[in-house]
């Protein structure tokens, strides 16, 4: 496993990272048990990063995962929220949840966030900034779906690291084209910028092409890891595998007809938008018989199952 330096940081990390996504209640919803121990079985296999958020739900799988553990760990978690308080509370309940004495990296969740998103959340940026100031968070960075976003990112001089959504058909980008996001990844590299990759497989969608869009993440210039969700053991050993630059068959690699899909209960839609107004990837829409999902656009993040009041939409 090769390990690179983010940026201007003092954090070197492993090419692939752990999304923590898959595993939590969003989706897969293993268990502490389930998922802390496939976790810790990537942390020994050498994957020293780990993604999460808040919002996923899974910090005891994480705690399970990180208990005892005496090698490295680098965590990257998110805040959603605007203000002040609401990031302090999820910073604290980072560190107490993980057993931490910081954490290394902290986001503002903004996947739908558009270009001012550091002035319409500057109590959020103030705070993590404080908490970077008293040593409780090593980084401060920015995880977003939008071209935009990530080319104002490369412009802002307290922020270290930027966490965008890439992929080789671009499935997930707002505001823009796969090139521009490049072009926006290298401005953030001229910067001094660490940069991580989301969404490389398009939330399984390129499970068909595999390989060739892993290829794709990990030789974007400036792109040091590449976060990839799993939630089984054969997952985790084949990606270990691509990343190790072994010999992969046929065989190894999972075919897309058993890959998920969004579904939505329509019958119980009260039709509110919440869902609508949560996808970052503007995949949902809203019917006579309520809230559809246009699979072509939709990348499986979550966001929208975790916003439903009604809990009517799920993955199957």
């Known amino acids: ?104 990296i902290f986001h503002l969740h903004a996947a739908r966030a558009e270009r001012d998103v550091f002035e319409q959340r500057e109590g959020a940026f103030r705070c993590l900034l404080d908490y970077k100031e008293k040593g409780y968070i090593r980084a401060v960075g920015i995880a977003t779906h939008n071209v935009a976003v990530v080319d104002r990112a490369s412009e802002i001089p307290e922020l270290d690291i930027v966490f965008p959504l890439v992929n080789k058909i671009a499935r997930g980008i707002v505001g823009g084209t796969r090139e521009e996001m490049l072009a926006a990844i290298k401005k953030c590299q001229d910067a001094g910028k660490g940069l991580y990759a989301m969404k490389v497989l398009a939330g399984g969608n390129l499970i068909d092409d595999l390989l060739d869009s892993i290829k794709f993440g990990r030789n974007i210039d400036g792109i040091s890891s590449i976060a990839i969700g799993m939630v089984k053991k054969k997952e985790l050993d084949l990606n270990i595998k691509i990343f190790n630059n072994e010999k992969i068959t046929e065989e190894m690699i999972p075919k897309a007809a058993n890959s998920k899909k969004l579904f939505i209960w329509q019958a119980g839609c009260k039709k509110c938008g919440i869902c609508i107004n949560t996808c970052p990837n503007k995949a949902l829409s809203m019917s006579e018989k309520g809230a559809e999902v246009n699979h072509d656009l939709c990348i499986l993040c979550g966001y929208c199952y975790a916003a439903c009041p009604e809990f009517l939409i799920r993955l199957y």
């Open 1 to 104: 496993m090769e390990y690179r330096k983010l940026g201007s940081t003092d954090l070197k990390v492993s090419e692939m990272c752990f999304g923590a996504l898959p595993m939590g209640p969003l989706q897969a919803n293993l268990s502490p048990e389930e998922g802390g121990t496939l976790l810790r079985q990537a942390l020994e296999s050498g994957i020293n990063f780990v993604d999460t958020a808040a919002l996923y739900g899974n910090y005891p799988q994480i705690a399970y995962a990180l208990k005892d553990y005496q090698g490295e760990a680098i965590i990257a978690s998110k805040s959603v929220h605007p203000d002040y308080e609401s990031v302090e509370k999820d910073i604290q309940e980072a560190l107490k949840s993980l057993n931490r004495d910081y954490i290394d």
